[in-house]
């Protein structure tokens, strides 16, 4: 079976990544591309690279012109998706890209976004553990345990995870779920391309702002993507985590390279660390623990729906180091996007998304 699919935002980044992944993809059928200001104009003037698509004309975003299609994907500025998704019907599947539906707290999103909470969808995050301490912690012995893929099934609505919140998400969930890690005293440095911000123009991220250097933002505690991390890892922990996060703007247009530290669990030894990581991915087509000493690098993932992880233990600091590499605009969107859409439907989980990519 084909699916119709309209993309309401397809001319940002998020929007034009989901047409790339979508134009291999066997069983969605791209129809409708909406946008705001580019209304009217040529895919191919803001999408080059999408030679598929270049005479497309992106149309407004309205409810008529959503209407109709099996699947609407939203890639919209946060807080503009409840509006539009409140247009659709029950019979449509609705996939957004933005923060809207993340949250389970509404405090939580008033402290963080303001305004009213719009209410909570299926999380997107197929590979997120759901419960602690499920994995057994020896490489010789495997436990099953619950993951997000099983609430994804049949659904008709969808949150995809923010970018951070996945590079950061699979790299401490399973130290957490086995009782490895400790739940306080987390603390994660991301750095982060500038296709995370969007295409709006902002000063900072004007070529001569960061070529040739490096800048923290949203330090303190302060990045809206705080809360959604504490509440993935607080379920797989079991309890409630707190996580110190400072993202790094860096002259890469994109990618998001983790860099993730936490106490060892006392007792905690080395195998059984190690062991938590390997039988936690197991089998996981899109997450791949590398082998002992390597550490990926964001290069690695360019264009794939592929995290790549690297551990080791500080012995001198007691802690646990984990390093996770993702191209945000596909594992941290767009690709998470279409692979829960696939589950979803009853697709093969992999389908449209391959193994590797090659990115413009």
Not at 163 to 173: K, P
Not at 174 to 194: C, K, Q, R
Not at 291 to 296: K, V
Not at 334 to 347: H, P, V
Request: hydrophobic residues 45%; charged residues 15%.
């Amino acid at each position: 079976m084909v699916y119709s699919v309209a993309i309401a935002g397809a001319s940002g980044y998020v929007g034009g990544e989901l047409l790339r992944l979508l134009a291999n993809h066997p069983e969605l059928e791209v129809r409708t591309l909406t946008a705001n200001s580019n209304v009217g104009e040529r895919v191919g003037s803001l999408h080059p690279h999408l030679t598929q698509f270049a005479d497309r004309i992106f149309a407004s975003t309205d409810a008529d012109t959503l209407s109709g299609h099996d699947v609407v994907f939203l890639a919209l500025p946060h807080a503009k998706s409840a509006e539009v998704a409140a247009w659709l019907g029950d019979d449509t599947i609705v996939v957004d890209c933005g923060a809207d539906f993340r949250l389970e707290s509404a405090e939580a999103w008033a402290k963080f976004y303001g305004g009213k909470h719009a209410g909570t969808w299926p999380y997107g995050m197929p590979e997120l553990i759901v419960e602690p301490n499920q994995i057994a912690t020896s490489v010789a012995s495997k436990s099953n345990f619950s993951k997000q893929r099983a609430n994804l099934s049949g659904v008709k609505r969808i949150a995809v995870p923010g970018c951070n919140v996945t590079a950061i998400t699979l790299a401490l969930a399973p130290g957490l779920a086995a009782g490895v890690i400790e739940p306080n005293d987390i603390v994660s440095v991301l750095s982060v391309g500038t296709s995370g911000a969007g295409r709006t123009l902002k000063a900072n991220l004007l070529a001569s702002e960061i070529m040739g250097g490096a800048s923290a933002y949203a330090v303190g505690g302060t990045h809206r993507h705080t809360p959604e991390i504490e509440q993935n890892l607080s379920k797989a922990a079991g309890t409630e985590v707190q996580v110190n996060f400072t993202p790094v703007l860096v002259p890469m247009s994109r990618g998001i390279l983790s860099v993730n530290t936490a106490k060892l669990a006392g007792g905690a030894s080395a195998e059984q660390v190690r062991a938590a990581w390997a039988n936690a991915y197991d089998g996981e087509t899109f997450v791949r623990l590398l082998p002992e000493g390597e550490f990926p690098g964001t290069s690695s993932t360019l264009g794939a729906n592929t995290a790549l992880i690297g551990l080791t233990i500080d012995e001198h600091a007691g802690r646990v180091v984990v390093v996770c590499a993702i191209d945000n605009l596909v594992k941290g969107t767009a690709g998470a996007a279409i692979q829960s859409l696939n589950i979803a439907l009853g697709i093969a989980e992999p389908t449209g998304l391959g193994l590797n990519g090659v990115a413009p």
